[in-house]
């Protein structure tokens, strides 16, 4: 295709781009550059229904007049992302300094939010991803195989847990696992502890989160296998057979190496969305064992009176490194490819 | 006789606000715009400011949980989109803070004959706010229970814990009782009141700098944690609003709560009669051998928006007058302890009347309390599950809050 048509065909989507995506993140990594001017105070006195007292206001006119000078704040350069909420870089330094085994140093490290909650994402991420695909793919064999006439309804329930909007189906689940719910009695009742609880205990929440985060995506996964084996080559089958192959020797040396584009692809949707990981955080009322990067933004813009606009855009700057760093090996393997087929 | 007495009181309080609708307010032009919480008080005040509604006068409301989020951005835009918001002790700061709210006093000269002055919150010498109902959390119990089992009415934490201890060495109940630990707002919510209760002062004199970390901090973290061993294991997902259906299945025993919740717990056409009869308040335990009560006292009150006409800010005064008088707060007398003219307290107020006059103090009104409150509900929860030491939990408590209140531009 010449350069002059490719350039017409592609602008509105890159107009569309550029206002959408690049415009949007590079405001918010400039945002990230301000905090919020010092807070001119003064001391009154206010009184209410239980009595006065002498307390300390913000000035609200002087700091009207800084706001109008400078409407961004106050400029604190990479502070934010140094700081203790975040890359923590004077915490992490004297943690090295400070511990005497390398184990009492992750310790530490992982008491400061931003790295707990790194943590959490990676390991969800990780496992997560590969559960997905190696679920969606036997789901996707085995409904491949059922009779034409099933074939509907299972799909139909195949793909549930991905038309359940993601909120309800962890609140769904919560409840159930609940110390008073379906499963969390009947696990009481199993391993005969009253105090079993999958939401106090650490461990416990996370496992239900992985769980929930395979339950949720697989159909994903799925959808897009059983789209991929309906394309598998029959003839290359037919010879296999011919050749005496089993079933399984079909599918290792035939359908999975013609499907591996497809996993690739999925991969890579994954990572992008297990990297986010935040609905079922909210849904599992999880936040006291697992935060995530972007419970971390969402708590910044939330909670307390005053959103910390500087904390929460350097968490999505953070964030969207991480991605870009996730996705590299991903991205360049499909280069290769891309180059070796052209 | 008394119940009759009470339908024909109940009944004249009807008409009386009934009267009062048909009156019109008075309000010849304006547009009064509504922004509250969602709890019952608040919907019978929002209901009667709407029979201000006429021809020429529009009342609307809007009546969220999430009316904390949108009140800043809501207030800012001018006009206004809202004239009226109704705010809480915290609430109001970020509003105070950002200058968005319009002093009462002529409003109150000319229409606030029915206010007393307990209930006009001053900032300055300057009337900012009207308070129309007072909050805290205290005790809850089942006099059925305590008294089967020969355990008195507790007072303090200690005594709480006796108690527990009690009913599950008799068998009576594994977990007796309950408490919003949910880590966020609910578990820091509990930290300040068992914290106030101590005398314990959030931050240094003159200063925007946290002082929790302290003895008084330690000995509300261990109350905290010990009165969490006698709670459901699942007690660290469970928020102010979860512990009612526990409640009504005959599962707790003892809990904290909210006193703007009492009405529904002891209502009669509650789904378990037997326990709501059973129920009964007192004033929050008091704390390592304090006199006052650990709760935290809070004011429910509003504000009236800077950013919108003269007419409109006048209509919604007037509305509000009538959203919050005299007779709106016999009619629903059970709903709040109201601050208003005429109230007298019902059995459901038993229990904040104890705190207040027990002396319990109010939530700090600092602008920075909320960051405060912040750090405390994010960095509590390793400590409640036992991952960390009270002086570690304290310490990252202090982190969290200076470094959001360094971005915030509270500290240096």
Same mark, same amino acid.
């Given at each position: 295709m010449p350069h002059r048509t490719f350039l017409a065909f592609i602008w509105p989507s890159l107009l569309a781009m550029v206002l959408f995506i690049a415009i949007p993140i590079l405001s918010v990594g400039y945002q990230s550059l301000f905090v919020e001017h010092p807070q001119m105070m003064t001391e009154v006195e206010s009184c209410g229904p239980f009595g006065c007292k002498t307390e300390r206001r913000v000035d609200a006119a002087a700091m009207s007049e800084l706001r109008a000078e400078?409407?961004?704040?106050?400029y604190n350069g990479m502070g934010t992302y140094t700081n203790p909420s975040h890359l923590a870089f004077d915490e992490v330094g004297a943690a090295w300094r400070g511990s005497e085994s390398f184990g009492q140093f992750l310790r530490l490290v992982m008491n400061l939010p931003f790295y707990k909650a790194l943590f959490f994402t990676l390991a969800y991420t990780f496992i997560v991803t590969p559960l997905v695909i190696v679920l969606g793919f036997c789901i996707a064999i085995a409904v491949n195989t059922v009779s034409a006439r099933l074939k509907g309804p299972v799909i139909f329930f195949s793909l549930l847990p991905m038309i359940v909007t993601p909120l309800i189906g962890a609140l769904v689940l919560f409840w159930m696992i609940d110390a008073r719910g379906v499963i969390g009695a009947t696990l009481q009742q199993v391993f005969n502890?009253?105090?079993?609880s999958l939401k106090a205990s650490p461990t416990l929440t996370w496992v239900t989160l992985f769980v929930y985060g395979v339950w949720h995506s697989a159909p994903f996964a799925f959808v897009v296998f059983y789209a991929g084996l309906q394309t598998v080559p029959q003839d290359t089958l037919e010879s296999a057979m011919v050749d005496g192959a089993s079933r399984w020797e079909r599918i290792r040396f035939v359908t999975i190496p013609y499907l591996m584009p497809l996993a690739t692809f999925i991969a890579l949707m994954q990572l992008m969305d297990n990297f986010r990981v935040f609905e079922p955080i909210i849904g599992f009322s999880a936040e006291a064992n697992a935060t995530s990067l972007s419970y971390l933004i969402y708590s910044d813009l939330r909670s307390?009176?005053?959103?910390?606009f500087g904390s929460a855009a350097a968490s999505s700057i953070l964030t969207i490194g991480g991605v870009v760093i996730l996705l590299t090996p991903v991205l360049i393997r499909t280069w290769r490819e891309f180059k070796r087929k052209g | 006789m008394k119940d009759f007495l009470k339908a024909s009181v109940a009944i004249t309080a009807l008409l009386a606000s009934a009267g009062i609708a048909s009156a @019109?307010? &008075? *309000? @010849?032009k304006g547009s009064v715009r509504i922004l509250s919480n969602d709890f019952a008080a608040l919907h019978a005040i929002a209901t009667a400011a709407e029979t201000c509604a006429s021809d020429t006068v529009k009342v609307t409301k809007n009546q969220t949980s999430e009316h904390k989020n949108i009140q800043v951005p809501a207030l800012t835009t001018n006009p206004a989109s809202y004239t009226v918001a109704v705010i809480a002790t915290n609430s109001v700061v970020p509003l105070l803070t950002g200058d968005l709210v319009r002093p009462l006093d002529d409003y109150v000269a000319k229409? &606030? #004959?029915?206010? #007393?002055?307990? #209930?006009l919150i001053r900032v300055d010498g300057k009337i900012m706010a009207i308070a129309f109902m007072a909050n805290a959390q205290h005790l809850f119990y089942r006099e059925d229970i305590l008294a089967d089992n020969g *355990?008195? /009415? =507790?007072?303090s934490y200690e005594e709480v814990l006796a108690a527990a201890k009690t009913l599950r060495d008799k068998g009576v109940m594994q977990n007796p009782l309950a408490s919003? %630990?949910?880590?966020?707002w609910d578990l820091a919510a509990e930290f300040v009141n068992t914290y106030l209760g101590t005398g314990g @002062?959030?931050?240094?004199e003159g200063s925007a700098e946290a002082d929790i970390n302290n003895d008084n901090g330690i000995k509300t973290l261990e109350t905290l944690k010990e009165m969490s061993t %006698?709670? !459901?294991?699942?007690? /660290?997902? %469970?928020?102010a609003n979860e512990m009612r259906p526990i409640w009504e299945a005959g599962d707790i025993a003892m809990q904290i709560g909210w006193g703007s919740v009492t009405g529904a717990y002891i209502? @009669?056409? !509650? =789904? !378990?009669p037997e326990i709501a009869k059973a129920t009964k308040f007192a004033a929050a335990p008091t704390i390592? &051998?304090?006199? *006052? =009560?650990s709760a935290a006292l809070w004011w429910d009150g509003f504000v009236i928006a800077k950013n919108i006409s003269d007419e409109d800010a006048e209509a919604s005064f007037r509305a509000m007058m009538v959203g919050i008088s005299p007779a709106t707060a016999e009619a629903n007398a059970d709903a709040a302890v109201w601050l208003v003219k005429g109230y007298e307290a019902t059995p459901a107020a038993v229990g904040v009347v104890a705190d207040m006059q027990g002396g319990a103090r109010p939530y700090?009104?600092? =602008?920075y309390m909320g960051l405060l409150h912040t750090a405390l509900g994010d960095n509590l929860a390793e400590f409640m599950q036992g991952q960390e030491s009270a002086e570690q939990a304290l310490a990252d408590v202090t982190a969290a809050y200076n470094t959001a209140a360094k971005e915030a531009g509270f500290l240096d």
């Open positions: 400078s409407p961004m704040g106050r502890d009253p105090q079993l307390g009176d005053f959103p910390l | @019109e307010c &008075g *309000i @010849e229409w &606030g #004959q029915d206010l #007393q002055e307990s #209930q *355990i008195a /009415v =507790p007072t919003g %630990y949910k880590p966020g @002062e959030f931050f240094k %006698y709670m !459901s294991p699942d007690f /660290v997902t %469970y928020n209502a @009669e056409d !509650s =789904p !378990s390592g &051998g304090g006199t *006052i =009560p700090p009104m600092v =602008p």
